[in-house]
């Protein structure tokens, strides 16, 4: 199992790179244009970097010397990303990940704004459905809450 740590500044392009493979094998080819553009904005290293220095939470996992997976915990209440390199995928790392952000969470409840296809991971994280399926600015998602504790 790799090594979960904090991120560094370092770690940025290889966190971004992990979240665009992961992002364009299994959600992009579901999106049109804006959608692919949004994300690509979001999981820039630049964009990482700022959401870094505010009150974002965002570990890695580390194998080998290299960054195979990555969460980021927004505000204490809200998962905002959630990536494993696809070639380390199903290795029990996204939920290593999502075990390590918990005693982060400062809220009662936990919200993340789930690609479709990463529902069924996030039903097994124990979270439930919460309000029809969603869209914001091309990205499409399934809202959905978990308790925090």
């Not at 090594?3 to 364009?24: G, T, W, Y």
């Not at 870094?52 to 209440?77: F, P, S």
């Not at 905002?80 to 995928?89: E, G, I, N, R, T």
């Not at 809220?107 to 919460?130: H, I, K, M, Q």
């Amino acid at each position: 199992m790799p090594k979960i740590r904090p991120a560094h500044a370092d770690d940025l392009p290889a966190i971004s790179a992990v979240c665009l493979a992961a992002f364009n094998a299994a959600v992009a080819p579901s999106l049109g244009a804006a959608g692919i553009a949004t994300f690509v904005s979001v999981a820039a290293a630049e964009a990482f970097g700022a959401r870094l220095q505010g009150d974002n939470h965002i570990l890695v996992a580390e194998q080998d010397g290299h960054i195979v997976g990555m969460i980021e915990l927004k505000e204490g209440r809200h998962l905002a990303m959630l990536f494993v390199d696809p070639a380390c995928q199903g290795q029990g790392i996204g939920h290593a990940l999502f075990e390590a952000v918990l005693p982060q969470v400062r809220e009662p409840v936990l919200s993340v704004r789930a690609s479709l296809n990463a529902v069924p991971t996030y039903l097994r994280y124990g979270f439930v459905l919460d309000g029809d399926v969603g869209e914001f600015n091309g990205l499409v998602y399934q809202q959905m809450v978990r308790a925090a504790a």
